[in-house]
C-alpha cells in the first residue's frame, strides 16, 4: 500500500481494519475510550470518536487529553490564552488546566437562563481548539519534540460537533506540522467534512479480510461484550447476538445495561459531563427504568448541551427523551424535552422541525405556561427566522404571551414572566419600527424588577434587558446613554465579550480609535475567536493606518472561515491599495471559487484589472457583475472609470448618474461626474457638479478645486 504524505481519509468495514491500515494496531482501549489515545510505533495518537462515548466532543477531549500536560508544563501561556475554548464544552478538563472564567451565563441556575448559546458559538470555540492545537505542534516541532499523528477512528459514528471540528482541523492543518487521519466505513460523512477531505486528504481503502480465529462465545457474552462497549462495537456477531436478544431476552438486556450505568457512575466525577452525555444516558434511556432513571438521565444531558450550545445533540436528546417520557404523568419534562428541541433546530437551519415540535406542544396541552412560552417561541421564529419576516404576525403571537403572563396566579411568576415577554415584544416592536414603544416596554421592566428584587435575583435576565436598550439606545442614535449602559454591563458580566465589541463600535462613531482599538484588543484577549471580532478590529486598524495589524487580523478570519465575504473583500481592497494586485487577485479567485457569481468579487477582479489598465478584462468582470445587481453603486462607479479611460464619457456619466440615485449625494461620484462632463465640454454641467460636491461633508476640497479650476480656465481658453 502506498504511503500518503498528506492528511488521509482511510475507509474500511471494521475498526481492526481501519487501524491496521493505519498502523497502530488497536492499541486504545475497548471501553469507553477514555484514556487517552495510544501513541503506537508509527506515532498516531488515536482518538475514538463514537458520539456513544462521551457526546458531542468524542474524540476531541481524548486530543486535549494527551496534549495538555505537556502544553501546561512547556507553554502555560498558550493554554492561559486559550482556556475558555479548551473547557467550555468539555469541563472534565479542568483536572489539568485549571477552572474556567465564571460568568453570568455559567453561574445563572438553570431556570434563570434567558441568555443561549448554539451551533455558531459552537463552531467558535472549536476553532479556537485547532488554533491551540496548530500552535503547541508548531512550537512543539520549534524545540525539536515529536509531535504524533493524530487519528480520528469511527468518524461516521462521530456527533456533528466532532464532524465539524475535524473538518476545521484538516481545512486549517498543515500536515508538515500536523498531520491528520480520518478514519470510518465507506458511507457519507457530514458535507463539510466531505468537502474538505475531498480537497486536503489522500483516500486509502482497506483490502478487506475476514476476522481471525477467536474463541467461542455463548451468546450472553456475546450480548454482554456489546453492552460493556457501550453500543460501539462493529463485531457482527456481537450486533447479532444484541439485536436478537431485544427480542427474545429484553430483561437481560435492560439489566446488562444498568449494571453498565451503575459501573460508569460509580467512577463519575462532578464534571465529567461526557460520560453522562454519552455513554450513561445511552445505558440509562435502554436499563429497566427508561421512564424514570432514562428520563432523568436524558434530561441532565439535555440541559448540559443547552446550556453549552450543543444544538444538534439538543435535538437528539430532546427526540430520545420525549420518546422515553410519559407526556401525562410527566408532563412539564416532556415540554422540556420538546421546547428545548425545538429550540435547538434553529441555529442549525432546522426550522420547520422547530415549528412542528411547537405545534405539537400547542395540540398537546392546555396548561397556560405552555402556551404562553410556546407562544413566545413561535412569536421569535416569525420576527428574526422565518423567510420572509412576519413581524406583524409574530406580534399576535406574542400578544398572547403577554397576555396569559398577565394573569399567571403566582405573583412572582406573574412578574417575572410579564418582564420577560414585554422584553420579546419591545423585540418585535423594534423590528415593526416603533422604537419609542420598544424602549418603553424594556424601561418598564427594567424599573419593575429594580423595584420588586433584591440586586443579586434574576441577574442574567436583568443583564439582559440593560444590553437590549443599550442596542436600541445606540440605533436611535442616543449613544452616549448606550455607551453607559454598554460600560456598566462589561463591570456586570466581563467574560461577555459582545459589550466591549459593542462599545468599541460607539467610539468609533465618535472616531476614538484609541478606545476602540482598547475595547477589541481587551474582546480578544478574553474571547474565543469570534470572527466578527478579528473583523472589526482588523477594520479599525485599517482606518488608523496599521495596515500589517489589519492583514494579519484579516488573515486570521479567512484561515478559521475562508468563505467570510466581508472579510475577503476587505484584505483585498487593502491590497489593491498597497498596490499588491497578484495578491488581491488571488483572494479574489479564491472567493470566486466558493461563490462563484458573487457580484462583489466580481467587482474587485475589475478593480484589480483596472489597476492593472487592462480595462476590457475589467469591463467584463463589471459587466458580470452589474448582470447579477444592477443596483450595486461600486460596480457603477469603477466601470464609469472604465468608460472614462476608454474616452466613453456619455457612458461614464450615465452610470455615476445611476449610482448617485442609489446612494444619494455623495461628493466623491459628484466629482467623478463633474470630470466626465468636463471631458465632454459640458462646463455648466460640471461646474454644477463639483460646486454641490463643495458643500457635502467628507468632500476632498483640494481636489474639487483644482478641478474646479481646469474646468474654468478650459472655458475660458475656449472662447
Known amino acids: 500500500m502506498r504511503e500518503l504524505v498528506g492528511h488521509r481519509r482511510i475507509v474500511g468495514a471494521s475498526r481492526g481494519e481501519r487501524l491496521a491500515a493505519a498502523g497502530a494496531g488497536i492499541q486504545d482501549g475497548a471501553g469507553?475510550?477514555?484514556e487517552p489515545g495510544a501513541?503506537?510505533?508509527?506515532?498516531?495518537?488515536v482518538a475514538r470518536c463514537h458520539r456513544r462515548l462521551r457526546g458531542p466532543y468524542t474524540g476531541v477531549d481524548t486530543v486535549l487529553t494527551a496534549v495538555l500536560p505537556d502544553a501546561v508544563h512547556r507553554w502555560p501561556d498558550l493554554v492561559e490564552h486559550h482556556r475558555v475554548e479548551l473547557l467550555y464544552g468539555m469541563p472534565e478538563l479542568e483536572n489539568l488546566i485549571g477552572p474556567a472564567p465564571r460568568t453570568l451565563a455559567s453561574e445563572s441556575p438553570f431556570k434563570q437562563r434567558t441568555?443561549?448559546?448554539?451551533?455558531?458559538?459552537?463552531?467558535?470555540m472549536s476553532q479556537g481548539i485547532v488554533t491551540f492545537l496548530l500552535e503547541y505542534a508548531r512550537r512543539a516541532r520549534r524545540i525539536g519534540q515529536d509531535v504524533p499523528d493524530l487519528l480520528f477512528e469511527e468518524v461516521h459514528e462521530a456527533e456533528p460537533t466532532a464532524q465539524e471540528f475535524i473538518a476545521l482541523l484538516i481545512r486549517r492543518a498543515d500536515p508538515e506540522i500536523l498531520r491528520v487521519t480520518v478514519a470510518s466505513t465507506a458511507g457519507r460523512l457530514d458535507q463539510e467534512l466531505e468537502s474538505v477531505l475531498a480537497a486536503r486528504a489522500g483516500t486509502v481503502e482497506c483490502p478487506g479480510s475476514a476476522p481471525g480465529p477467536r474463541p467461542a462465545r455463548d451468546a450472553y457474552e456475546l450480548v454482554a461484550a456489546y453492552v460493556r462497549g457501550d453500543g460501539t462495537s462493529d463485531d457482527a456477531e456481537e450486533l447479532r447476538a444484541y439485536e436478537e436478544a431485544l427480542t427474545d431476552r429484553p430483561e437481560e438486556v435492560r439489566r446488562l445495561h444498568d449494571e453498565r450505568a451503575e459501573e460508569l457512575e460509580a467512577g463519575l466525577a462532578k464534571d465529567d459531563w461526557g460520560l453522562r452525555v454519552g455513554a450513561l444516558a445511552y445505558h440509562r434511556e435502554r436499563g429497566g427504568d427508561p421512564g424514570g432513571a432514562g428520563r432523568r438521565a436524558l434530561l441532565d444531558a439535555l440541559k448540559f448541551c443547552v446550556k453549552v450550545g450543543f444544538s444538534a445533540a439538543v435535538v437528539d436528546l430532546g427526540r430520545r427523551g420525549r420518546a422515553v417520557t410519559d407526556p401525562v404523568a410527566d408532563q412539564h419534562d416532556f415540554w422540556d424535552f420538546t421546547h428545548q428541541a425545538a429550540s435547538a433546530c434553529i441555529?442549525?437551519?432546522?426550522?420547520?422541525?422547530?415549528m412542528d415540535l411547537y405545534t405539537d406542544l400547542l395540540q398537546r396541552y392546555t396548561d397556560p405556561k405552555v402556551h404562553m412560552m410556546t407562544s413566545y417561541a413561535i412569536a421569535m421564529l416569525h420576527t428574526r427566522f422565518f423567510q420572509p419576516r412576519d413581524h406583524d404576525l409574530a406580534l399576535r403571537w406574542q400578544h398572547n404571551?403577554?397576555?396569559?403572563?398577565?394573569?399567571?396566579?403566582?405573583?412572582d411568576d406573574r412578574r417575572t414572566f410579564s418582564v420577560f415577554h414585554d422584553n420579546g415584544l419591545a423585540l418585535i416592536e423594534m423590528h415593526r419600527g416603533n422604537f419609542?414603544?420598544?424602549?418603553?416596554?424594556?424601561?418598564?421592566?427594567?424599573?419593575?424588577l429594580d423595584a420588586e428584587l433584591e440586586p443579586d435575583q434574576w441577574q442574567l435576565h436583568r443583564s439582559q434587558l440593560l444590553y437590549n436598550r443599550a442596542r436600541l439606545l445606540a440605533g436611535m442614535g442616543r449613544t452616549d446613554e448606550a455607551y453607559t449602559d454598554y460600560s456598566t454591563l462589561i463591570d456586570l458580566d466581563p467574560y461577555y465579550t459582545d459589550y466591549l465589541s459593542e462599545r468599541a463600535r460607539i467610539s468609533r462613531t465618535r472616531g476614538d480609535y484609541d478606545a476602540a482599538l482598547a475595547d477589541y484588543d481587551r474582546a480578544v484577549t478574553l474571547a474565543p475567536p469570534f470572527?466578527?471580532?478579528f473583523y472589526n478590529r482588523g477594520t479599525a486598524r485599517a482606518d488608523t493606518g496599521d495596515i500589517d495589524g489589519a492583514l494579519a487580523d484579516f488573515g486570521y478570519v479567512l484561515a478559521m472561515e475562508p468563505d467570510d465575504l466581508d472579510t475577503r473583500l476587505a484584505r483585498a481592497e487593502l491590497l489593491v491599495g498597497l498596490g499588491e494586485l497578484d495578491a488581491a487577485e488571488e483572494d479574489v479567485t479564491e472567493g470566486l471559487a466558493l461563490r462563484p457569481g458573487e457580484p462583489r468579487l466580481l467587482c474587485m477582479q475589475g478593480t484589480v484589472h483596472l489597476q492593472r489598465g487592462t480595462l476590457d478584462a475589467a469591463a467584463d468582470s463589471l459587466n458580470a457583475a452589474l448582470d447579477l445587481d444592477p443596483r450595486y453603486p461600486a460596480a457603477l462607479i469603477n466601470r464609469a472609470v472604465v468608460h472614462y479611460h476608454r474616452g466613453e464619457f456619455p457612458a461614464a456619466v450615465t452610470d455615476l448618474t445611476t449610482a448617485l440615485a442609489l446612494t444619494g449625494d455623495d461628493p466623491d461620484i459628484l466629482l467623478n461626474r463633474g470630470i466626465a462632463?468636463?471631458?465632454q465640454g459640458h462646463t455648466t454641467l460640471a461646474l454644477a457638479d463639483f460646486d454641490h460636491a463643495l458643500t457635502l461633508p467628507g468632500a476632498d476640497l483640494p481636489e474639487l478645486a483644482l478641478h474646479r479650476e481646469r474646468c474654468l480656465s478650459d472655458a475660458a481658453a475656449a472662447r
Open 677 to 679: 462632463h468636463h471631458a
Open 32 to 34: 469507553t475510550g477514555a
Open 531 to 533: 470572527p466578527e471580532l
Open 436 to 448: 419609542a414603544r420598544s424602549l418603553e416596554l424594556i424601561e418598564s421592566g427594567i424599573a419593575r
Open 401 to 411: 404571551a403577554v397576555a396569559i403572563a398577565g394573569i399567571l396566579p403566582d405573583p
Open 115 to 124: 441568555r443561549f448559546f448554539g451551533a455558531g458559538m459552537i463552531r467558535c
Open 347 to 354: 441555529p442549525i437551519g432546522r426550522l420547520t422541525e422547530s
Open 39 to 45: 501513541v503506537g510505533a508509527a506515532r498516531l495518537l
